[in-house]
């Protein structure tokens, strides 16, 4: 079964500043990746996705993700963070031999301080 | 319409109550999933419909946990004799195709048990 982890639970940031949020998922032949992202009390609305071709993935609101087989690994990149940009971020993974089935991470909660 | 509606947005419940949680999904979207966040989490799938055929149920927690998609559009999950590990935000997501590449999620319904 596929998992995902991410490897920060909590990342604290100023206005303006670059931000990385790490995934990693467990290996597969083929995988399809996503990052959503959840306001409070909101459910969650996707960012971008990777399906296939080109490893860089340029999603909504500025944010990218690259896509690295050998490192099992979608991060997600924005240069210049908004206080907007505060909310959980929350990577999965959909298994290619699975046609409908997300596996999620624990999420990642972006603060955004002035 | 729109979007993904979920209703009710709160429910609070006695421990041993029944509930039912509604979806009503974006128009014409033929898959339809159902997951579970508790608090703290991400998501985890609980049952995926293909028009009025549940094809995956392998989530659900418990034969308490029932889900039904009988016209293929509308969705009813229902949880009976609620316990408090029930406890936690369940989501409702559509999606256009058979399978998913990236669903369309809605506000979600909290549940409480107390």
């Known amino acids: 079964a596929q998992s995902v982890t991410q490897l920060d639970s909590q990342v604290p940031v100023f206005e303006e500043a670059p931000v990385e949020l790490r995934c990693n998922y467990s290996?597969?032949?083929?995988?399809?990746l996503f990052w959503y992202v959840q306001y409070p009390n909101q459910g969650l609305q996707l960012l971008l996705k990777?399906?296939?071709?080109?490893?860089l993935v340029k999603g909504i609101n500025g944010f990218e993700a690259e896509f690295n087989k050998s490192q099992t690994s979608f991060h997600l990149r924005k240069p210049s963070v908004h206080i907007s940009d505060t909310a959980e971020y929350f990577c999965a993974v959909r298994d290619g031999g699975s046609n409908y089935k997300l596996t999620f991470g624990k999420g990642t909660l972006l603060t955004v301080n002035p | 319409g729109a979007g993904v509606s979920q209703s009710p947005r709160y429910k609070v419940a006695k421990r041993g109550q029944d509930v039912a949680l509604r979806c009503d999904p974006i128009s014409g979207h033929v898959s339809l999933f159902w997951y579970q966040q508790a608090l703290g989490q991400g998501p985890e799938f609980l049952t995926y419909?293909?028009?009025?055929?549940?094809?995956?149920k392998s989530g659900l927690p418990s034969d308490r946990f029932f889900a039904e998609r009988p016209e293929g559009s509308v969705s009813t999950l229902k949880i009976q004799r609620t316990q408090q590990e029930d406890s936690a935000v369940y989501l409702c997501?559509?999606?256009?195709?058979?399978?998913?590449?990236?669903?369309?999620f809605g506000s979600g319904t909290r549940l409480t048990v107390v």
């Open positions: 990777y399906l296939s071709g080109s490893t």
């Open positions: 419909f293909q028009n009025e055929a549940q094809l995956d």
């Open positions: 997501a559509s999606s256009q195709h058979e399978g998913g590449y990236g669903y369309t």
């Open positions: 290996s597969s032949v083929s995988v399809y």
